[in-house]
């Protein structure tokens, strides 16, 4: 998102709803809470979360060499989200109606090609689980500790973890689409879509599906006991949608 004075917020029927004002550096996150706040993180650790779209914010600041480094992207559940900073420094933000601030232990000083999260409560350690792509593995941190799963088939351009927290699907750098349990323990299934380029986007819809999207396609792998069933090449997401609503 562009570094401009104010947000824009639309209805799904396309009418403006709300002009966001936003002061802030470049937006790096942008997300709802479960109450339906709205989080906004800047580039510069900066954050403005929205009680009410039609009350007050709240402001503060991630710190930790954010102004330094800076903030690369971040990954939201609930009432909280992570960040991840150009340091490879890892802040929790546990709640935002009573501020608090962790920094994680650092990972590897190495590229991060992709991460995801799963929330403690879908986690089978019961903890929050960060999964990092770096080098040719995953590492996972439950909070305490870095785990490196040796897996070799990477640096995996995307990660994702399913909704209820039981699968990861991973997208490898031959270009294959992996799904394997939670712990690592078992490959689910693997699909190629015999496309040269690594998609921009990959994300899963519910827990049975994973859809990724290229400049002008969006592939959407329908999984049955985590078989692939179907594959629906959509020109649009909207196209994609309608697709599988046919489908099904």
Same mark, same amino acid.
């Given at each position: 998102?562009?570094?401009?004075?104010?947000?824009?917020?639309?209805?799904?029927?396309? *009418?403006?709803?709300?002009?966001?004002? %936003?002061?802030?550096?470049?937006?790096?996150?942008?997300?709802?809470?479960?109450?339906?706040? $709205?989080?906004?993180?800047?580039?510069?650790?900066?954050?403005?979360?929205?009680?009410? !779209?039609?009350?007050?914010?709240?402001?503060?600041?991630?710190?930790?060499?954010?102004?330094?480094?800076?903030? $690369?992207?971040?990954?939201? %559940?609930?009432?909280?989200?992570?960040?991840?900073?150009?340091?490879?420094?890892?802040?929790?933000?546990?709640?935002?109606?009573?501020?608090?601030?962790?920094?994680?232990?650092?990972?590897?000083?190495?590229?991060?090609?992709?991460?995801? !999260?799963?929330?403690?409560?879908?986690? $089978?350690?019961?903890?929050?689980?960060?999964? !990092?792509?770096?080098?040719?593995?995953?590492?996972?941190?439950?909070?305490?500790?870095?785990?490196? @799963?040796?897996?070799?088939?990477?640096?995996?351009?995307?990660?994702?973890?399913?909704?209820?927290?039981?699968?990861?699907? !991973?997208?490898?750098?031959?270009?294959?689409? %992996?799904?394997?349990?939670?712990?690592? *323990?078992? @490959?689910?299934?693997?699909?190629?879509?015999?496309?040269?380029?690594?998609?921009?986007?990959?994300? %899963?819809?519910?827990?049975?599906?994973?859809?990724?999207?290229?400049?002008?396609?969006?592939?959407?792998?329908?999984?049955? *006991?985590?078989?692939?069933? *179907?594959?629906?090449?959509?020109?649009?997401?909207?196209?994609?949608?309608?697709?599988?609503?046919?489908?099904?």
């Amino acid at each position: 998102l562009a570094k401009a004075p104010e947000k824009l917020l639309f209805s799904y029927l396309g *009418q403006l709803v709300k002009r966001v004002p %936003w002061d802030g550096s470049e937006v790096r996150g942008l997300e709802w809470s479960e109450s339906e706040g $709205l989080v906004v993180v800047g580039e510069d650790g900066g954050v403005r979360y929205f009680e009410a !779209l039609d009350g007050d914010s709240v402001s503060f600041t991630l710190g930790h060499g954010t102004e330094e480094h800076g903030v $690369l992207s971040c990954r939201f %559940w609930s009432h909280e989200f992570v960040a991840l900073l150009g340091s490879n420094h890892l802040v929790v933000v546990n709640s935002y109606a009573e501020l608090r601030l962790k920094l994680l232990a650092s990972p590897p000083n190495e590229t991060v090609y992709s991460w995801t !999260l799963i929330p403690r409560t879908d986690s $089978l350690s019961r903890s929050m689980e960060v999964l !990092l792509a770096i080098n040719s593995t995953i590492y996972i941190f439950d909070g305490t500790d870095f785990d490196n @799963r040796g897996l070799g088939a990477g640096p995996f351009r995307h990660v994702g973890a399913s909704p209820n927290g039981k699968f990861v699907a !991973l997208y490898t750098d031959d270009g294959k689409v %992996w799904v394997v349990s939670s712990d690592f *323990q078992k @490959r689910l299934s693997e699909y190629d879509p015999k496309v040269k380029m690594a998609p921009k986007d990959m994300q %899963w819809c519910g827990n049975d599906s994973v859809a990724f999207a290229w400049e002008d396609e969006v592939d959407l792998v329908i999984l049955g *006991q985590m078989e692939i069933e *179907q594959v629906l090449l959509c020109p649009t997401p909207a196209a994609c949608y309608l697709a599988r609503m046919r489908w099904l």
